[in-house]
């Protein structure tokens, strides 16, 4: 092989690995940003069933962990994703918040359900695959 045959060859050696280094990051922040909310979803389904319901202090703080959460981490998701697909999640995890105002529990464990859907959901379109390299 000639010089120039070898250059190429590393050259496009180099391009694809840092495409692959580039998915992995990429699947690993998504998949750690959704494993928090998931996380965060089933603390608040057990919180909600030790204190008894929830209007309690310890389910309202965790909603507003999640929240918090979910704002820093969707930031980073709007660089890999169009915001319009992982908006609905933000919109459900408010309407928590306000189902306890409201006091409305069928409502907000049914905006839990829907937020752990979108969740898993979200992990299989968002990971990384070999269509994202090419």
């Not at 697909?85 to 995890?93: D, F, R, Y």
């Not at 006091?103 to 968002?126: A, D, R």
């Amino acid at each position: 092989m000639t010089k120039v045959g070898v250059f190429k060859l590393v050259s496009f050696l180099v391009i694809v690995a840092i495409l692959v280094a580039i998915c992995v990051v990429e699947d690993r922040l998504v998949s750690d940003s959704l494993m928090q909310v998931k996380d965060y979803c089933y603390k608040i389904e057990m919180a909600a069933e030790e204190n008894g319901g929830i209007t309690s202090g310890e389910v309202a703080s965790l909603v507003d962990n999640l929240e918090w959460s979910w704002k820093k981490n969707e930031g980073k998701l709007c660089f890999m994703v169009n915001h319009k697909s992982i908006e609905q999640l933000g919109v459900e995890i408010v309407r928590l918040k306000t189902y306890i105002d409201e006091m409305e529990e069928i409502e907000f464990f049914t905006s839990l359900e829907i937020i752990k859907h979108y969740v898993e959901n979200f992990q299989h379109f968002m990971g990384a695959s070999f269509h994202n390299i090419l």
